[in-house]
């Protein structure tokens, strides 16, 4: 069952995704030459008290930490600690949640360590943060499942192939529902699969986190004695993006972009639902 929100839950949704996207923003800066992945949690625990929300990753399924930061192979996943220091040249995923009044927001972003990148570094991050724009414009009213997974591909296909010759969808990790639980159906995948049909059809209070995953190689993975650490078979480096996203009478908001989504909706050519907070 796909639990449909009404504009009211959805504005609870929207607040928490403020919250995201102020953790985003404070340990995007934090994350520079030097730093620990746990300094990163301890502010995202430090935002969530702030803000008077709730941690949705600490505890669920015992995962230890307020986010998940996973570091330039590991794909998602990835347990805070202080032995993990980033350097000059990584890259970091980082996974944050908030739950505000019982209503939840889930969003990702790829973070830049210091300097001397390789080109197809950025690309690679390029192309999976606009597969996952590209997915948020096909979350129309009357469409399917399947056309999000089918956007996100199309537009990670049509893309120039890195040196090493192709992107890995990571398989057996997609998007979401989300709502009154962090992880609920229906599951996105961010490729087409034919064997599992259309899926449901999107309409109003349709609430998906949706969040392309993409390596410079393989799309297989393997997950660490931890538990929860998932890495590329082929050590190829990842790149995660993810938003929470409303669909609405008006058109999809996204719940965890600080404006909604509406400059990057419109240059695709989609209006941004109004936000219901401002």
């Not at 307020?66 to 890259?91: E, F, Q, W």
């Not at 390789?118 to 724009?133: K, Y």
């Not at 590329?232 to 995660?240: E, L, M, Q």
Request: glycine residues 10%; proline residues 6%.
């Amino acid at each position: 069952m796909v639990e449909i929100k009404t504009p009211e839950q959805i504005a609870k949704m929207r607040a928490a995704g403020l919250v995201v996207a102020e953790i985003h923003r404070r340990c995007a800066e934090a994350a520079v030459p030097g730093a620990s992945t746990k300094e990163l949690d301890d502010i995202a625990a430090q935002v969530l008290a702030e803000r008077g929300a709730k941690p949705n990753f600490l505890g669920y399924g015992g995962f230890p930490a307020s986010i998940c930061t996973s570091v330039n192979d590991v794909v998602v996943h990835g347990i805070p600690d202080r032995d993990t220091v980033l350097k000059a040249g990584d890259i970091i995923s980082i996974d944050a949640g908030a739950i505000v009044d019982g209503w939840h927001a889930d969003a990702a972003l790829t973070v830049f360590v210091g300097e001397g990148h390789a080109p197809q570094l950025h690309e690679l991050s390029r192309v999976t943060e606009e597969s996952l724009w590209a997915g948020i414009a096909a979350m129309r009213k009357g469409s399917r499942l399947v056309d999000i997974s089918r956007a996100i591909e199309s537009y990670i296909r049509r893309q120039p192939l890195p040196p090493s010759g192709k992107y890995g969808i990571i398989e057996n990790y997609g998007g979401h529902g989300i709502g009154s639980e962090m992880h609920m159906d229906p599951h996105l995948l961010n490729y087409v699969d034919r064997r599992r049909g259309r899926g449901p059809r999107l309409v109003p209070g349709t609430c998906l986190a949706i969040e392309p995953m993409l390596s410079l190689g393989t799309p297989k993975t393997h997950v660490l004695a931890d538990e929860w650490t998932v890495k590329t078979n082929d050590g190829t480096w990842a790149a995660h993006w993810e938003h929470s996203v409303a669909l609405t009478e008006e058109g999809p908001l996204v719940l965890t972009a600080p404006d909604g989504g509406r400059a990057k909706l419109a240059e695709l050519g989609v209006t941004a639902a109004p936000d219901p907070l401002a």
